[in-house]
């Protein structure tokens, strides 16, 4: 089993920026995948970001290309989700996510998930 624990959220005006931290322990996976969806009041779950442990190569949505960044720290175990110019819109309760397998744009592509951190973007 795989343990994912969030942190970051908070209150931000818009244009403003706020970094995510997913920090993941427990069963380990020979390819692992990792990211962040997200879901705004009265919305589906929507994908954001993943991240390729093995190699770090990254997969964004649409709304995240050139405003979020997705790093990680080998070390602790962490990836981060660096957002910047922030929008209204971007409000949202943030999910942190893996799986075993190869990256996917659907929540069921997933098997761990996180706790969620809300993110409020002020206008």
């Known amino acids: 089993q795989v343990q994912l624990v969030e942190s970051g959220g908070g209150l931000v005006q818009a244009g403003g920026s706020l970094r995510l931290s997913c920090a993941a322990s427990?069963?380990?996976?020979?390819?692992?995948?990792m990211g962040w969806f997200r879901q705004a009041p009265g919305k589906e779950r929507e994908f954001v970001a993943v991240l390729n442990w093995s190699d770090g190569s990254t997969v964004y949505a649409d709304s995240a290309k050139g405003r979020f960044t997705l790093s990680r720290d080998n070390a602790k175990n962490t990836v981060y989700l660096q957002m910047n110019s922030l929008k209204p819109e971007d409000t949202a309760v943030y999910y942190c996510?893996?799986?075993?397998?190869?990256?996917?744009?659907?929540?069921?592509?997933?098997?761990?998930w996180g706790q969620g951190t809300q993110v409020t973007v002020s206008s």
């Open positions: 427990g069963r380990t996976f020979s390819t692992l995948t």
């Open positions: 996510t893996a799986t075993g397998r190869g990256w996917g744009p659907r929540v069921q592509s997933y098997d761990y």
